[in-house]
C-alpha cells in the first residue's frame, strides 16, 4: 500500500528558509519519481519540481533560484527546501507520485512576517 | 510555458446529468515518444487531489466508469456521464509532456 506523507514546520518567517519532508511508503524512491506541488489558499495547483527515480532534478523556472530538492533513498525521504520565503509562498505543499496517483495529505504552510 | 484553459470555470448539474470540461493547451501535447501525458485530477472539498484519468483516456484504477476522457493535440474533454452527489469538487488538467508541467486552472463542479 503506498503512503505519501508530508512533515512541515506550520509557521515561517519572511526572508526564511522553508524545509518540507516527504515520507513514503510501499514503493522505492529509485523507481518513480516525486513531484512537489503547491497550493495558494482558494488557488489552484502549483507544481514546484521533480527528483526522478535517478536522483536527477527538474524545477518550475518560476522557483528555481529558490528551490531544491533532494532525497534519502535509505529512509525513503524526499526533502524540499525553498529560501527566501514571503507571503505569497503560503500554500498547502504536496508530495506526488507516479504520475499524479499518489498524494500526500499535505502540509500547510504560513509565511508571516 | 505550456498554458492549459479550462473551460467553464464552474459547471451546475443535477444528479443524472452528463457534463463536459474542456481543457486546450497552448502547444501539442504529443510527446516524441508517442504518448500525450495529459491527465485528469478532482479535488473534493478539503481534500487532496486524485487522478481520475491518465494519458487521455485511460481510467485509473479505482474510478467509476462514467468518467471518461477524450482529445489528442490541444484539445482535451473530461465527460461525465450521470453526474453523482460525490463529483462536486474541482476538476483540474495537468500536462507532464513539456517541461514545467502545468495545471489548468480548474473547473468547478456544483450539483444543483
Known amino acids: 500500500q503506498v503512503q505519501m506523507k508530508e512533515t512541515g514546520p506550520g509557521l515561517v518567517q519572511t526572508t526564511q528558509t522553508l524545509s518540507v519532508t516527504c515520507t513514503v511508503s510501499g514503493f522505492s524512491l529509485t523507481s518513480y519519481g516525486v513531484h512537489w506541488v503547491r497550493q495558494a489558499p482558494g488557488k489552484g495547483l502549483e507544481w514546484m519540481g521533480i527528483?526522478?527515480?535517478?536522483?536527477?532534478?527538474n524545477y518550475n523556472s518560476a522557483l528555481k533560484s529558490r528551490l531544491s530538492i533532494s532525497r534519502d533513498t535509505s529512509k525513503s525521504q524526499v526533502f524540499l527546501t525553498m529560501n527566501s520565503l514571503q507571503t505569497d509562498d503560503t500554500a498547502v505543499y504536496y508530495c506526488v507520485s507516479r504520475g499524479f496517483a499518489y498524494w500526500g495529505q499535505g502540509t500547510l504552510v504560513t509565511v508571516s512576517s | 510555458d505550456v498554458v492549459l484553459t479550462q473551460t467553464p470555470p464552474t459547471l451546475s448539474a443535477t444528479i443524472g446529468q452528463s457534463v463536459s470540461i474542456s481543457c486546450r493547451s497552448s502547444?501539442?501535447?504529443?510527446?516524441?515518444?508517442?504518448?500525450?501525458?495529459l491527465h485528469w485530477l478532482l479535488q473534493r472539498p478539503g481534500q487532496s487531489p486524485q487522478l481520475l484519468i491518465y494519458?487521455?483516456?485511460r481510467l485509473e484504477s479505482g474510478v467509476p466508469n462514467r468518467f471518461s476522457g477524450s482529445g489528442s493535440g490541444t484539445d482535451f474533454t473530461l465527460k461525465i456521464s450521470g453526474v453523482e452527489a460525490e463529483d462536486l469538487g474541482v476538476y483540474y488538467c495537468?500536462?507532464?509532456?513539456?517541461?514545467?508541467?502545468?495545471f489548468g486552472s480548474g473547473t468547478k463542479l456544483e450539483i444543483k
Open positions: 495537468v500536462q507532464g509532456t513539456h517541461a514545467p508541467l502545468t
Open positions: 527528483i526522478w527515480g535517478d536522483g536527477s532534478t
Open positions: 494519458l487521455v483516456s
Open positions: 502547444q501539442s501535447l504529443l510527446h516524441s515518444n508517442g504518448n500525450t501525458y
